[in-house]
């Protein structure tokens, strides 16, 4: 478990089930209010860090629909009380119907989930001194988001330290995705990247030398070369 601090504002990682989910808690030390991104498994563990914390979970949100992102959000639901929320594009997959692509990996721990309410573009998530907007970046399934606050972007699967999210899955669409990373290269200024799985980095960095945001940008100049005299 690892914790970014800023200001009284502070995110919790923890690694979660098979394939090393970044799950986040972000809260403040002070009120003790909380948003859990991605609880992707192993409920216990991320209650823990909410007990040890005695923080107060309002809301789960999910950067998109994979299994291993949210096979333990009802678990979570249930224990705090904490109101889910996901893209309409990707609010299928909570139904175990919707994700039939990954069975092999459910096992039938797979608890069906219905979110309280529905993530849009622009949307702002308030919960006492705690913000997150909402940007929508499909690519690695139609409903991904990013969740930008605090000089902090939750990246999910789509944009990870020199990488992005695969595309070949059920919902991919790699022009979507090179179109979601050109988005967020085009934010103003830097932030840390906290992204689904792997290690943090900056968007400065990604800027500079991910393959797949730089392939994303040069196509826009080939596209639009008026734009960049």
């Given at each position: 478990?690892?914790?970014?601090?800023?200001?009284?504002?502070?995110?919790?990682?923890?690694?979660?089930?098979?394939?090393?989910?970044?799950?986040?808690?972000?809260?403040?030390?002070?009120?003790?209010?909380?948003?859990?991104?991605?609880?992707?498994?192993?409920p216990e563990k991320?209650?823990?860090?909410?007990?040890?914390?005695?923080?107060?979970?309002?809301?789960?949100?999910?950067?998109?629909?994979?299994?291993?992102?949210?096979?333990?959000?009802?678990?979570?639901?249930?224990?705090?009380?904490?109101?889910?929320?996901?893209?309409?594009?990707?609010?299928?997959?909570?139904?175990?119907?919707?994700?039939?692509?990954?069975?092999?990996?459910?096992?039938?721990?797979?608890?069906?989930?219905?979110?309280?309410?529905?993530?849009?573009?622009?949307?702002?998530?308030?919960?006492?001194?705690?913000?997150?907007?909402?940007?929508?970046?499909?690519?690695?399934?139609?409903?991904?988001?990013v969740f930008r606050?605090?000089?902090?972007?939750?990246?999910?699967?789509?944009?990870?330290?020199?990488?992005?999210?695969?595309?070949?899955?059920?919902?991919?669409?790699?022009?979507?995705?090179?179109?979601?990373?050109?988005?967020?290269?085009?934010?103003?200024?830097?932030?840390?990247?906290?992204?689904?799985?792997?290690?943090?980095?900056?968007?400065?960095?990604?800027?500079?030398?991910?393959?797949?945001?730089?392939?994303?940008?040069a196509r826009q100049?080939?596209?639009?070369?008026?734009?960049?005299?």
């Amino acid at each position: 478990m690892t914790e970014k601090k800023n200001r009284t504002n502070a995110v919790i990682n923890l690694s979660v089930g098979m394939i090393d989910t970044n799950c986040y808690i972000y809260f403040n030390g002070e009120t003790k209010d909380a948003i859990i991104i991605d609880p992707g498994d192993e409920p216990e563990k991320i209650l823990g860090a909410v007990r040890e914390k005695g923080l107060r979970p309002g809301y789960i949100l999910l950067t998109h629909g994979h299994f291993d992102h949210i096979l333990a959000a009802q678990d979570m639901k249930e224990a705090t009380g904490a109101k889910l929320a996901v893209s309409p594009k990707d609010a299928d997959m909570l139904r175990k119907n919707g994700l039939e692509e990954f069975q092999a990996f459910l096992k039938g721990r797979f608890k069906e989930a219905k979110p309280d309410f529905l993530l849009y573009e622009g949307d702002t998530i308030t919960l006492g001194p705690l913000s997150l907007s909402v940007i929508e970046t499909p690519g690695h399934t139609e409903g991904s988001c990013v969740f930008r606050t605090d000089g902090i972007l939750f990246t999910g699967d789509t944009l990870f330290y020199r990488e992005c999210g695969r595309c070949d899955l059920s919902g991919g669409d790699y022009g979507k995705m090179l179109g979601s990373l050109k988005k967020i290269a085009g934010l103003p200024g830097d932030y840390t990247v906290l992204p689904g799985h792997g290690e943090k980095t900056t968007l400065g960095e990604e800027r500079l030398y991910n393959p797949y945001m730089k392939d994303a940008l040069a196509r826009q100049k080939e596209l639009h070369p008026d734009e960049n005299r």
